[in-house]
């Protein structure tokens, strides 16, 4: 069983930037295929971004392309989300994804799922 723990939400200003992180245990971490999605309220829960097992692929929503980057540290078991630019409408709560199932376009969906993390953009 795999568990994510995601830390960096927060309260930012339209124009900055956060980065999110999200901790792996319990499995091989670079077998996993990680990623993240948001939610907003009201609305489903959306893709946002996906990096295969070796980092080497990355994947992106059209909505976030050039402003969000995802890195992995496989040596710290950790996925990071570098959101810069950031957009009233990039309010939601983000959630953390992980599969050994790998990812190869922005259809991937995780087998679990971190508790998620609030950010919140000011106008």
């Known amino acids: 069983q795999v568990q994510l723990v995601e830390s960096g939400g927060g309260l930012v200003q339209a124009g900055g930037s956060l980065r999110l992180s999200c901790a792996a245990s319990?499995?091989?971490?670079?077998?996993?295929?990680m990623g993240w999605f948001r939610q907003a309220p009201g609305k489903e829960r959306e893709f946002v971004t996906a990096?295969?097992?070796?980092?080497?692929?990355?994947y992106y929503a059209d909505s976030v392309k050039g402003r969000f980057t995802i890195s992995r540290d496989n040596a710290k078991n950790t996925v990071y989300l570098q959101m810069n630019t950031l957009k009233h409408e990039d309010t939601a709560v983000y959630y953390c994804?992980?599969?050994?199932?790998?990812?190869?376009?922005?259809?991937?969906?995780?087998?679990?799922w971190g508790q998620g993390t609030q950010v919140t953009v000011s106008s």
């Open positions: 994804g992980a599969s050994q199932r790998n990812a190869y376009n922005q259809n991937w969906y995780p087998d679990y």
């Open positions: 319990g499995g091989t971490f670079s077998r996993l295929a």
């Open positions: 990096i295969i097992w070796g980092g080497g692929n990355t």
